[in-house]
């Protein structure tokens, strides 16, 4: 157990039976309205994510969609280590205010795992900090300062030489809190795209064949595909037989012209129904009749083939697509097929209303990926520093050539579902 006295703050490890009603009160507390930029400094929020299926609720604003006035939402539901208890080494830490058994004032989560780092050093050691919370009423009394420098701290001891952490763009709040304090450099920005499983199946072209791989052979194929890639995890293999990768599908052409380089894509299906539900609020009354009135004619006469809406106003599960590559000539009309293969996946789950990808801004993929603007947005910003000796007070590296920081992106960012 870790214990520190500042200010009349204690730092230690978070005790389950002890502390989760008080860290789900505080998540509840801290929450904000659709902007991150409301938040106060001391709450300045990471992106968080839970997994499992619980019936306690972590509520957090993951992304935000601004669309028109409407904003896209994600709560979590179950386990609060879910997102970090696939790392070999995580914990989370809780500040109390007071002497021992006080308030829960403060939580922070941090986990330690190997990923690949593009075309430098093949892997590295890195830390992510996620979920930090800070009591409306005990802010500015230096309690993010302290469990962002103990979540290091304890990542450190774990051979962690990088941090990364993950917001909003439009949280300038904690993009100031680790940018200007803690010395973190904005360093990827990932993007959502959203498409909504509709209640008709999506037409595969029949020039294209959908295989279903085995997770070994899956595995195989994305040693060789993921080739130089950022934040690919070394155990891939086990993400890809998790129970919630649903499958890996690869497409290729049924009548290949053998005159063209072969074509092909490959993506992953991960069930988030069980630990997450999206939201969107923030649609004019005049926008909820219509879906509404789609959605009732879709259901009288389905020969029509409404591409109606799923009620997306009320709590949605979603599928989320990773792994996702193509090659050839026909690659993005393939990955497409795959998307549509996905959907009619999804369509099987009447908890799933929306199928997503997060991909680099500049992987070729995105271009080909089905989505709709208003379920989709660029707001996630993931920053990075070098921790260690070799660190600056400012964060920056002391040896440039082995600084992640000033690396340009990799070909392909890989984002682990389980860490949505």
Known sequence: MCEENTMAIRVREFNMERDLPAVEDLEHRCQVGLSGDQA????????DAADGGGAKKWRRRKKTAKKQGMSLYVEQIGDPFARVRHSPDYVILVAEHGEEGGEVVGVIKACVRTVSRGKKKQFARVACLLGLRVSPSHRRLGIATELVRRAEAWCEARGAVHATMATTASNSASLALFTGRFGYEPFRRPVFLGHPVHRH????????????LPPQLAAAAYASLLSPAEFVPTDLPALLAHKLTLGTYLAVERYPDPSLPPSFALLSVWDATRSLRLRVGGAAPLLRASLAAARALDRHAPWLRVPSLPDVFRPFGTYLLYGLRMSGPEGPALLRSLCRHAHNVARKNPACAVVAADLGPG????????????????????????LGSTADS???????????????????????????
């Open 40 to 47: 106060g400094p001391e709450e300045a929020s990471t992106v």
């Open 394 to 420: 400012t964060g920056n590296a002391g040896d440039d050539e082995d600084d992640w920081t000033t690396l340009p992106p990799a070909e392909f960012l890989f984002v682990d579902p389980r860490e949505f």
């Open 201 to 212: 199946r999506a037409r595969v072209p029949s020039a294209h064949r959908v295989l279903q």
């Open 363 to 386: 992987d070729p993929a995105a271009a080909a990926v089905p989505h709709w603007p208003s379920f989709s947005c660029d707001e996630d910003v993931w920053c990075v520093k070098k």
